[in-house]
Structure formats: structure tokens, C-alpha cells
């Protein structure tokens, strides 16, 4: 059973514009979550993180929302450019109780410029 | 920096023959893992491993095994191919119990 979802498999967007990529989870005993981004041909590179104490984290360009209590996060990108066009995965974990990630199945980004 | 490499980025192997897939991480990571990519599915871990010698089944075991002999290498092993096993196979690799998991580029395996 799929405990990360993401239910759009696809995203356009104009250049400049905000993106934003949607992920919900069901297991409430999450407590970090994280985005990757993966270009075809290429294995998924880490983009940034959100531990469960916070509801927010920003790092230049892109920032993570976790509301916990919908068990649902979200990625910003803002301002979109054209290098984000890419396949983008959310995945989450139980820090500390051991090494698996659970991760989406993706949502493919598309910006035109 | 952080580097995971896959010894093959594509492979075309028969159905029935045994393939092995091989991952190194340089980091002295202590934890590893492999993963298929499947359109729609998103990542599936097949195996991982927290230490030499010690391995846990992922999600979608079955068809596979894992080896990790040394720290820094772990390989995936398909004992006997078959079409289903077509995929994008990653490895990635991760240290202790807080962090990302760093991944490799990729084998894309083809299985006639």
C-alpha cells in the first residue's frame, strides 16, 4: 500500500511563474520528510528537507510546507525557470527507528519559458 | 562530495541468464540500498543494507538477492531475468540513521 502519494504525475508551468507540487502521506508516524529532483537518465538528486518540528523550511528558490495535521507537504518553486523541468519525488521516513524512505511516485515539472 | 557509482548505465541481458548489478559509494556509508523506478510507481526499494554482511528485504523482494561484502560495494543480483525485471535500477547510499540517501546514476536494464 502506498503510504506517500502524489496525485498529479504531471505539472506545466510558466517560466517565472510559482510552482508548487503536492504530496500527502498516511502513516502519522513520519517525522521527516524530503523532495528530490531527477533528471531523465540520472539517479534522484536530494533538494531540500522538512523535520516534523517544523512546518516550514525555505533554501533560495524553493521552499518545503508540512501540514502535519493533513498529513500533506508541499514543494514551492518560485520564480520557476526552465532547468527545474524535471521529475520531482517526495519521500518520507521515521528518523531513528531505521533507514527506509517511503517515496511518491512522482510528479514530472515541465517549465516553459 | 558525495559520489555512488553503478557499473553499468545500460544493460541487455536474456531472459533465464543471472545479472548482477554492482554499486560503490566512497563515503563510508554504513547503510545502502537498491531501488526500481517504474513509470507510475514511482521508487520501490527491492533491498537494504545496514552493514557488511547484513541485508532486510524492501518492499518487492522477490526475484532478487543482495550482497554486501565490503562497506563501500553492495550488489544486486537477479538469479534468473525475466521481462518484469525491465526497469531503471538505483542504488543509493546513507549514513547512520539521520540524512538523505545519496543515489547513484542508474542502470537502465533491458530484458529480452
Known amino acids: 500500500d502506498q503510504q506517500v502519494k502524489q496525485n498529479s504525475p504531471s505539472l506545466s508551468v510558466q517560466e517565472g511563474r510559482i510552482s508548487i507540487l503536492n504530496c500527502d502521506y498516511t502513516?502519522?508516524?513520519?517525522?521527516?520528510f524530503l523532495w528530490y529532483k531527477k533528471y531523465p537518465a540520472e539517479g534522484p538528486t536530494f533538494l531540500i528537507s522538512?523535520?516534523?518540528?517544523?512546518d516550514k523550511n525555505e533554501d533560495g528558490r524553493f521552499t518545503v510546507f508540512l501540514n502535519k495535521s493533513a498529513k500533506h507537504l508541499s514543494l514551492h518553486i518560485v520564480p520557476s525557470q526552465p532547468g527545474d523541468s524535471a521529475v520531482y519525488f517526495c519521500?518520507?521516513?521515521?528518523?531513528?527507528?531505521?533507514?527506509?524512505?517511503?517515496f511518491g511516485t512522482g510528479t514530472s515539472l515541465t517549465v516553459i519559458p | 562530495d558525495v559520489k555512488v557509482t553503478q557499473s553499468s548505465r545500460y544493460l541487455v541481458k536474456r531472459t533465464g541468464e543471472k545479472v548482477f548489478l554492482e554499486c560503490v559509494q566512497d563515503?563510508?556509508?554504513?547503510?545502502m540500498f537498491w531501488y526500481r523506478q517504474d513509470p507510475g510507481l514511482g521508487l520501490r526499494l527491492i533491498y537494504f543494507?545496514?552493514?557488511?554482511?547484513?541485508?532486510e528485504k524492501g518492499d518487492i523482494p522477490e526475484g532478487y538477492s543482495v550482497s554486501r561484502e565490503k562497506k563501500e560495494r553492495f550488489s544486486l543480483i537477479l538469479e534468473s531475468a525475466s521481462t518484469n525485471q525491465t526497469s531503471m535500477y538505483l542504488c543509493?547510499?546513507?549514513?547512520?540513521?539521520?540524512?538523505?540517501?545519496?543515489f547513484g546514476p542508474g542502470t537502465r536494464l533491458l530484458v529480452l
Open positions: 519521500a518520507a521516513s521515521r528518523r531513528g527507528t531505521g533507514n527506509q524512505f517511503y
Open positions: 543509493a547510499s546513507k549514513a547512520g540513521r539521520e540524512g538523505t540517501q545519496y
Open positions: 502513516n502519522s508516524m513520519f517525522d521527516y
Open positions: 563515503m563510508d556509508h554504513e547503510n
Open positions: 522538512i523535520s516534523s518540528i517544523k
Open positions: 543494507s545496514y552493514d557488511v554482511k547484513m541485508k
